[in-house]
């Protein structure tokens, strides 16, 4: 699936665009033979080209004998023999990392880079991986993000022939689900499901459509003051009490916002139809809001509201769409539970990058209240 359907491609790539060569890296050089290498192997055998390629092993390269371009295998432990590779014509034009989780990060990956796409009009990028169990890990939140000339995409065992895999794989494979639902999502269907630790486990990250917003009715605001290093943090809401869910549509995010900067943003954007209900620790920052002609009131919160709040908030669905909020989608993604002194989790909230998650908290608090909770 991710490594064959790259190790097909590069090739192809290469003889379609004469003068260009390919770089493919693993994070440790003595893993590329018995790896890699074989994969790249395998592809060229199953191309039909066997014939066409010399393979050579000191130093690590396939070459393509009409032309002398080459597919280059290094490890990244020695990024000094990274900047010196030299091709005898053309650039590297193709850039291959395999299991890119197990680089150190982004940076690391953006430094090779630098060094060999250069020289050359026309560049690919290849990052094959397994997904890591934490949706904090890089790798996962690099692939969050959308960018216009990215395609991510996406496989898992159900979707090639089964007798690619074999009787005993997909017997273990449907064991796993009935006996470990969490570790069949991760190590089967590659999604990343959190250390157990995530706060929030029932999240729909999707696209919130233009149309689904002019539908929605009931409209709920919250806000959290901050100023540096804590954001002022807004979040506009809609609550679908029927389903309970939560649909996360828009939101202010920005440090060092004056108070009256903050209610001319939130006025531009027409938001003087729903309540603002803000932290009541700053009482003359609501009262700020309200001069300015905003409903802002202050929250109630009480005993024990917090991980009321908390505990409402994660029996919920709540849906977010990257582009539309995404600080709030890098809050509730990734916030996980306290850990202690060993590195264990405890039943504690952290009160750390939580700030569209109060807000979020007071939007609600109305809600959660009315249902017969004080404290």
């Known amino acids: 699936m991710k490594s064959s359907c790259v190790s097909l491609l590069v090739p192809t790539l290469l003889i379609a665009n004469p003068g260009t060569h390919a770089l493919v890296l693993r994070k440790v050089g003595n893993t590329i033979r018995d790896s890699v290498y074989a994969q790249y192997l395998w592809a060229i055998g199953a191309l039909g080209m066997a014939d066409f390629w010399v393979a050579r092993v000191q130093p690590m390269e396939l070459i393509y004998k009409p032309t002398g ?12 023999k990274i900047k010196s590779i030299k091709v005898p014509f053309g650039y590297i034009a193709v850039t291959h990392f395999e299991e890119k989780d197990q680089f150190a990060g982004r940076s690391e990956i953006r430094t090779i880079l630098q060094s060999t796409m250069r020289g050359g009009s026309k560049f690919w990028n290849f990052e094959s991986y397994n ?14 993000t959308e960018k216009e000339s990215c395609l991510v995409t996406h496989s898992d065992y159900t979707t090639v022939p089964k007798k690619w895999l074999g009787k005993p794989f997909l ?40 149309k689904e917003i002019a539908a929605f009715d009931h409209i709920y605001q919250g806000l959290d003051f ?27 995010y920005e440090n060092k916002l004056p108070n009256e900067t903050a209610a001319q943003k939130i006025k531009d954007k027409g938001y003087k139809d729903a309540y603002i209900t803000c932290d009541s620790a700053e009482p003359k920052s609501v009262a700020d809001l309200r001069a300015c002609g905003l409903p802002a009131k202050e929250a109630i919160k009480g005993p024990g509201s917090i991980d009321y709040g908390m505990k409402w908030l994660q029996k919920r669905k709540i849906v977010i769409d990257i582009r539309r909020t995404p600080n709030a989608y890098e ?18 909230y952290p009160d750390a990058n939580n700030h569209l998650i109060d807000a979020t908290r007071y939007a609600l608090e109305r809600i959660f209240r009315r249902m017969g909770v004080t404290a």
């Open 69 to 80: 371009q080459k597919i280059m295998f290094r490890g990244a432990d020695d990024p000094m």
């Open 131 to 144: 997904p890591p169990i934490s949706r904090d890990n890089w790798a996962n939140r690099y692939c969050e």
């Open 171 to 210: 017997e273990e494979a449907e064991h796993l689900r009935l006996t470990d639902e969490r570790a069949y999502q991760h190590e089967c269907m590659g999604e990343a499901t959190g250390t157990g630790g995530n706060v929030f486990e029932k999240l729909e990250l999707r696209e919130i459509t233009d």
């Open 226 to 252: 901050g100023w540096f290093p804590d954001p002022l943090a807004f979040i506009r809401l809609h609550y679908d009490r029927a389903r309970e869910t939560i649909y996360l549509l828009d939101e202010i």
């Open 331 to 348: 809050e509730f993604a990734h916030y996980e539970y306290e850990r202690d002194k060993n590195g264990k989790f405890i039943s504690g």
